[in-house]
Nanobody, 120 residues
C-alpha cells in the first residue's frame, strides 16, 4: 500500500519561511514526478511546484523566486522551501507523487495535506 505523507506546516508571520517535506512509502519501484499543490478556502486547487526525477522543476508564477522545490530520491522525499511568505500563501498544501510498483504501472498518490497559515 503506497502512502504519501506531508510534514512541516504551521503558522508564520508575513515575510517568514517554512519548509515542507513529503515522504512516500510502500512497495515503491520508481517515483517519477513529485509536486506540491495548495488549496485555499473557496478557491480551486493550484499547482505550486513540480519536480521530475531528474531534478527539472516548474513553478507557478505566484511563487517563482520565493519557493524552491527539491527532492531526495534515496529517501523518497520531496521538499518545499517557502521564503518571503505572504498572506495569500495561506492554504492547505498537498503533496502528490507518480509512483510505480513492481508491475511498473504508474499511479498518482496524494497526501492528506498540511495547513500553512501566514498571518500577523
Amino acid at each position: 500500500q503506497m502512502q504519501v505523507v506531508e510534514f512541516g506546516g504551521g503558522s508564520v508571520q508575513p515575510g517568514g519561511s517554512l519548509r515542507l517535506s513529503c515522504a512516500a512509502s510502500g512497495s515503491i519501484f520508481t517515483i517519477y514526478d513529485m509536486g506540491w499543490s495548495r488549496q485555499a478556502p473557496g478557491k480551486q486547487r493550484e499547482l505550486v511546484a513540480i519536480i521530475g526525477r531528474d531534478g527539472r522543476t516548474n513553478y507557478a508564477d505566484s511563487v517563482q523566486g520565493r519557493f524552491t522545490i527539491s527532492r531526495d530520491n534515496a529517501a523518497n522525499t520531496v521538499y518545499l522551501q517557502m521564503n518571503r511568505l505572504k498572506s495569500e500563501d495561506t492554504a492547505v498544501y498537498l503533496c502528490n507523487a507518480f509512483i510505480s510498483d513492481y508491475t511498473q504501472v504508474v499511479h498518482e498518490y496524494w497526501g492528506q495535506g498540511t495547513q500553512v497559515t501566514v498571518s500577523s
